[in-house]
């Protein structure tokens, strides 16, 4: 039972547009959610993360968005570069467990 | 401040034989945790530690062993290698838990079991 879900395995944008990365989510006690970049042959990295009281959280050219209803949150880049492009995982904190849940991640590719 | 490393960066092995991945950071961390990525799986949890003296299973806990004695270091042990454990190996330190876990990771390493 996959408690973090990213549904789509990879997305194209053009450079210069907004990237739009998705993911749901199916535990209600989560209480943080955070993003990853990860490079190839690298460690992933953290990106942004957000509470689970707040809808928004924006940091640069990186917005998280979350929908607590719909537990749903997307990552919104813009403008997109081509350093963007890499493997971004969403994870949840399962603070009650004490550990992260990641998701299956999604491979952002950005077009010259 | 060298963050988290990890050895070896590859490794191969027979089925059967055992070894033992290295992680150690220096940034006085008290949550370590062991990650195996595999594609179309995304980061699952093997182990994770808490503080030194203290660890606990992950999501997939089975054929793998851990210990922490001190804070620094957190070895991930295989016991018999089998080719399902083929994979890429992180290993992550965070700030304790109230920080909402934001984990630095190494550069893992790519275990290949024959």
């Known amino acids: 039972d996959q408690q973090v879900k990213q549904n789509s395995p990879s997305l194209s944008v053009q450079e210069g547009r907004i990237s739009i990365l998705n993911c749901d989510y199916t535990?209600?006690?989560?209480?943080?959610f955070l993003w990853y970049k990860k490079y190839p042959a690298e460690g992933p990295t953290f990106l942004i993360s957000?509470?689970?009281?707040?809808d928004k959280n924006e940091d640069g050219r990186f917005t998280v968005f979350l929908n607590k209803s719909a537990k749903h949150l997307s990552l919104h880049i813009v403008p997109s570069q081509p350093g963007d492009s890499a493997v971004y995982f969403c994870?949840?904190?399962?603070?009650?467990?004490?550990?992260?849940?990641f998701g299956q991640g999604t491979r952002l590719t950005i077009n010259p | 401040n060298a963050g988290v490393t990890q050895t070896p960066k590859f490794q191969v092995l027979k089925t059967g034989q055992s070894m033992t991945l290295q992680c150690a950071q220096d940034?006085?961390?008290?949550?370590m945790s062991w990650y195996r990525q595999d594609p179309g799986m995304g980061l699952r949890l093997i182990h994770y530690?808490?503080?030194?003296?203290?660890?606990d299973q992950g999501e997939v806990p089975n054929g793998y062993n851990v210990s922490r004695s001190t804070t620094e270091d957190f070895p991930l042990r295989l016991l018999s290698a089998a080719p399902s454990q083929t994979s890429v190996y992180f290993c992550?330190?965070?700030?304790?838990?109230?920080?909402?876990?934001?984990?630095?990771f190494g550069p893992g390493t790519r275990l290949t079991v024959l």
């Open positions: 992550a330190s965070s700030y304790p838990i109230g920080q909402a876990m934001k984990q630095f």
């Open positions: 535990n209600s006690m989560f209480d943080y």
């Open positions: 957000i509470s689970s009281i707040k």
């Open positions: 994870a949840a904190n399962d603070q009650g467990a004490q550990k992260l849940v």
């Open positions: 940034m006085n961390h008290e949550y």
């Open positions: 530690s808490v503080g030194a003296g203290i660890t």
